[in-house]
């Protein structure tokens, strides 16, 4: 059985339309983007922490991982004390096994992840090679070396960077079988698959459309039987490897968290954050919740046994959480579709800041990071165009499955749009198959063959759908629907500062930020609370009395806001 690296060498030897190819210019090339990807990380990084010293970073999200990788490494790796994993644990215990290594600084884990991204460019063009010629195999490696996206969440102590990184793998070895046809490699592409699940749960909606994928082609009809037998019995390998992948989590969950929990906790609360009245496309804080992680992992427990009147585990509230959303969907019908639409469209959106993490220090960025969106923009828009050319070039050449696996993928990032939300870190983690169809798209469309079918004088039809499909694309990828989100994000970003300000005893500081944050989230129930503390112990209680009543307005289970009050009416009076 030969090794990794020689097979590695073997794609990018490989000749495609039997061209000759230069292989010193190929090396060249290949080594050219993989230093602009250096350059971009270490520009941005030696940026980020000069902004953040020793990459202290306000997000709750990256203090939740960062403390449980801790954990992890000190108390060991079933974590007695702690419940159900509330999100997706993998990128915990990676972090626990660089503290084994004796790496236990915030900054030389950004780093890491650094390089992750720079091999993760290499990773898209060896996939991109195995579909196209060097040549153009360059450009979606190109594409994604310089995103705004990768550059995002590569500095920031989150699990997108590393889940992105196994999402590559996995595509990387999925396509080694689609080519080779050897059951090794569709294992290995399943049990990567697996491990890119714990890292970013959501990924999982892409799971139904692989199955069917591994079992298909079920075209033509007349012939669907036909090696029937054999291509459940691929579903099936697939299916049991990345179940037995996954498994480790829903065991410690059920044994030791005490409730059966399949990834991860949280996946009930944030569906209904991200379907009800007041969701915007995003996570909208109601009933008492919010985007604190914290208060979601305990407030969300606490809340729907509140609601539900008895004591729920984490999964029944995960499951309470999930009812109530069906019954929302039920009842507000018309909304649910015009949600589904902002769903659909902010899925799709790239400007930045297009993270709320830090926006403060990327809006001291913006041109710069304008520039590498427009790059960002690009990918998507020519994925975009590609894809109803992917739709017919895959009916027209059923033994080609790479098309189709590459649709599968993005039928999973759909469906998880208009179930859940997706996020920039999701489209962070489809981006290079957003590229890679995009450039497909240009390469077949500068053969001759395809460009005789598109000119004819007879095919008016086909340059009227082109004409829609790029007024379509154009639309996805650059509309100006959502620019009061942009706002959103901003104002969320100079709050998240606030809050690491605040956490550094930085009082001054954190008052400004939490002003800044009022100009453009002037109703975020947090910022308004933790606003109206401030101004109390200043000794404007009008003004923080004012504060604390309008987050009763907006969230009138906020008992922190009602105590706030009662103790604000007590100093006032004589």
Known sequence: MISLYERMKQIMSQRSNNERRPPLAEFIVVGLIMLTAILLRIDYLNEYLTEFPDARHPLNDARMYWEMGREIYQQGVLLPNEGPYYQAP????????????????????LRIQGFIGVFSV????????????????????????????????????LAAALGNHLFLWFAFFYILWIKRQKIGWLIAGAFIYSLAVLCRANLI?????????????WRPFLLWRKNLSKRLALAFIFTSVFLIGASPAALRNYFIGGSFVPISANSGVTLYMGTNSRAQGGLGPVEGLSNDIEQQKFGSIELASKLAGKKLSPSEASSFWIRKTEAWIVENPSEFLVLEVKKLLWAFYVEPPAVNYSAHFEMQRLPFLRVLSWFTALALFLGILGLPFLLFYNSKRSDDRIPSFLLSLIAGYVLLSLVFYASDRFLASMLPIFALIGVMFIQK??????????????????RRCAILCLLLAAVMTFNPFLSWNKQREIGMGWYNLGVFYTNNKMDDDAFQAYLEA?????????????????????????????????????????TQALKNLRINQQRMMP
Request: hydrophobic share 50%; glycine share 4%; charged share 15%.
């Open 518 to 558: 009022q100009k453009h989230i002037p109703d975020f129930p947090p910022l308004l609370l933790n606003l109206g503390v401030f101004y109390a112990e200043r000794g404007d209680l009008e003004r923080s009395t004012q504060l604390f009543q309008r987050v009763m307005e907006l969230d009138p289970d906020n």
């Open 445 to 462: 469309m500068c053969a001759s063959s395809f460009k005789l079918i598109v000119l004819k004088e007879k095919t008016n039809f086909f």
């Open 122 to 157: 290499f990773l898209v063009y060896l996939i991109a090679r195995m579909t196209l010629p060097w040549r153009w195999a360059c450009a979606p490696a190109l594409l994604y070396a310089i995103s705004h996206y990768a550059l995002f969440f590569e500095s920031k102590l």
């Open 90 to 109: 993998l990128y915990s215990y990676a972090l626990a096994l660089l503290h084994h290594a004796g790496i236990h600084r915030i900054e030389s884990v």
């Open 205 to 217: 909606f892409a799971l139904p459309f692989l199955i069917l994928h591994v079992s298909g082609p």
